[in-house]
């Protein structure tokens, strides 16, 4: 992909894994200012989160490079680092990672829309407002996080990442919890809402229906590196590796109705 924007994460020939064994043996991608969403696929274990993981700093890389503004990611000094954790945002199936009885829906997106006014980083948007960008009713404002079922404290961790107004939202089976028919809801409107705030979005998901809702451009994961990219339907159309095969065979209602 042609990027005429600044890039904002790039990884160059990245290889990285854990105890010393590969799963990633060679990946190059760039996130750029106001990208159209970017989806990357691929089976259980072929190492997507390893990418997030990478992306965000928490692994260091075994060769190759993850680089935020040209300065390596997993040895940013403290202000980059602040600066990185406002621009760059993960949001992880895991939904809001609290065990405080205590905490609610609008305290913990109030703390967030503090924060992007500290970074000068808001949009204008209200805790009401949040809530209906990912389809939660009012009623939730005061309901504690404890409370909520694992596909509402996802879209509440959504809802509180959009909050700050990052440059880039790296969403990680972000939305596994939510029935079908409301994940496209809360898929169509965060497209929507990410355009207008010009937020460059990386999605990745064994959930082919998302990544084809929210992403005009795919890539496929297999033996550690990208096997083929591209839209989504010229991938599943004519598989390039046995894994994308799988991955089409796997979900035949979705490959058809790409065709």
Avoid: W
């Amino acid at each position: 992909m042609a990027h005429t924007a600044e890039p904002i994460i790039v990884a160059s020939g990245l290889r990285a894994g854990y105890l010393g064994e590969e799963v990633l043996r060679g990946i190059d991608l760039t996130i750029a200012r106001k990208d159209a969403p970017v989806g990357i696929v691929g089976p259980s274990g072929a190492g997507k989160s390893t990418i997030v993981r990478a992306l965000m700093g928490i692994i260091t890389p075994y060769a190759g490079s993850v680089t935020f503004r040209g300065r390596t990611v997993s040895k940013l000094r403290r202000g980059d680092r602040k600066i990185f954790a406002g621009e760059v945002r993960r949001v992880s199936q895991d939904g809001v990672p609290t065990t405080d009885p205590r905490l609610t829906a609008e305290a913990y997106l109030k703390g967030a829309l503090k924060d992007a006014r500290k970074a000068g980083r808001t949009h204008g948007t209200t805790i009401e407002g949040l809530l209906n960008f990912v389809a939660l009713e009012q009623h939730f404002i005061g309901r504690r996080i404890i409370t909520m079922s694992g596909g509402e404290r996802q879209r509440l961790a959504l809802a509180h990442a959009l909050a700050t107004r990052p440059d880039v939202l790296i969403l990680d089976e972000p939305l596994t919890a939510i029935d079908p028919g409301l994940r496209s809801e809360v898929l169509r409107r965060v497209k929507e809402l990410t355009v207008d705030l010009g937020i460059s979005v990386l999605l990745v998901s064994h959930d082919l229906e998302s990544v084809d809702r929210l992403c005009p451009t795919v890539h496929a994961l297999a033996d550690g590196v990208f096997v083929q990219s591209g839209p989504l339907s010229e991938i599943l159309a004519a598989p390039a590796h046995p894994v994308v095969a799988d991955l089409a065979a796997a979900a035949p209602l979705t490959a058809q109705r790409l065709r």
